[in-house]
């Protein structure tokens, strides 16, 4: 399966982690040194900036994506003061989620969020298909077969027929949607089209993860959920894939794979609650990460006839600055090889299921990447992979 185009979307406006962070104490915070020990947590985050459909532009003017683009990329891929001043003197806003008014309150109903989430969600999707349909050798009209991903957020008609509305795919097209499976979901959505491009030697899929994770802003002091508020953002990402019997131009999915760790269940959960969706991140996930992801992956690769040494680029999914560096221990790298997943985090923050593919989009514009290895890790706790050559 030939990877024919991609395409990623962020939402309009974003926001500086500091201005984040004073957000968040005013939501999660109860006395001067919780205050503190959030901005600490935030400042180690890993991230410099973060898109949100919650936000707002509060003046007629606002910093444009492609504005904070160069000016992240000016910076070697972080956040430059003067960055950080341009969103503070064309400020953006956030009205969604009011100051907590008692510890008791919860802030926005779950059905309140969703209903956010089905305003915003179908038109990010959107803006990354229409760019990787642009890039690819197909128009809309030619997709055969739709894969929507997404774990934020639910509604019907869904995220599928949305974007089959707003990008001219054909009624008929084939759909199947992946959801709440969390930040691997994208990989997943690989492996359901590679199974699919084998019963059809002339497929063409259009794969499209969204994500708007800042809706689940959590509101008081719970140590773990006040992490996840300091990493996730909002982002949208697509790919299109045509079975390889194609004229053979493009890197090609190879294979996937799937384990789950034992004795794992616990570290980390992803729940429906009544005032949004819940995360929770054992702090041990980092360590048993560090034990279990080397002999997994070697044993996967060696079916391929490869090993770690072999693989020359790494998508690595960036749950956080603490899972990246235990990801480099386990495989022992040597080099920068995790340069480009923080570099994701820090311009975008973790974004879920497109994270990957906007790390995937970054490493193939480099020279002599392949193969690459594309990992991400969910509750389970489960990693998932794909290998591209």
């Not at 690595?316 to 386990?330: E, M, N, V, W």
Request: glycine share 8%; with cysteine; net charge neutral.
């Amino acid at each position: 399966m030939i990877i024919d185009g991609l395409g990623t979307a962020t939402p309009t406006h974003g926001i500086s982690q500091s201005s984040a962070a004073r957000i968040a104490q005013t939501l999660c915070c109860d006395n001067p040194k919780q205050s503190q020990l959030l901005s600490i947590l935030y400042q180690r985050s890993g991230v410099n900036y973060r898109h949100s459909v919650a936000l707002e532009s509060s003046e007629p003017r606002s910093v444009s994506d492609r504005s904070h683009r160069v000016a992240v990329q000016a910076a070697g891929g972080r956040v430059p003061a003067a960055a950080d001043v341009a969103v503070e003197t064309q400020p953006v806003r956030q009205t969604f989620f009011p100051p907590a008014s008692s510890p008791e309150d919860c802030g926005p109903t779950t059905a309140q969020r969703m209903e956010l989430y089905e305003r915003h969600a179908g038109r990010l999707g959107a803006q990354s298909v229409a760019k990787a349909l642009d890039q690819s050798s197909c128009n809309a009209g030619d997709i055969d077969h739709l894969i929507t991903i997404s774990c934020t957020g639910f509604y019907a008609p869904g995220l599928d027929v949305s974007i089959i509305n707003r990008c001219g795919l054909s009624p008929s097209v084939g759909r199947t949607h992946i959801g709440f499976m969390g930040c691997h979901g994208a990989l997943n959505g690989l492996r359901v089209a590679q199974s699919l491009s084998q019963s059809n030697p002339r497929l063409r899929v259009l794969l499209c993860a969204v994500e708007l994770c800042t809706l689940h802003q959590q509101y008081g002091w719970h140590p773990e959920r006040v992490v996840s508020n300091a990493l996730f953002a909002d982002g949208a990402a697509a790919l299109v894939a045509r079975t390889s019997s194609s004229p053979p131009s493009g890197p090609k999915v190879i294979a996937s794979g799937s384990t789950i760790l034992p004795d794992s269940e616990d570290l980390m959960r992803w729940r429906i609650g009544d005032h949004g969706f819940e995360m929770t991140l054992s702090p041990r996930v980092p360590t048993v990460i560090r034990q279990s992801l080397q002999p997994w992956l070697r044993d996967w690769l060696a079916k391929h006839h490869l090993a770690i040494e072999d693989i020359r680029g790494w998508a690595i999914h960036p749950g956080g600055p603490k899972i990246l560096q235990a990801c480099g221990d386990a495989l022992q790298f040597q080099r920068d090889e995790l340069s480009i997943s923080r570099s994701i985090l820090a311009e975008y923050g973790n974004m879920s299921s497109p994270t990957v593919l906007f790390i995937l989009q970054r490493l193939l514009q480099e020279p002599d990447r392949l193969p690459c290895v594309l990992l991400g890790f969910g509750p389970g706790l489960s990693i998932e992979a794909a290998l591209i050559g």
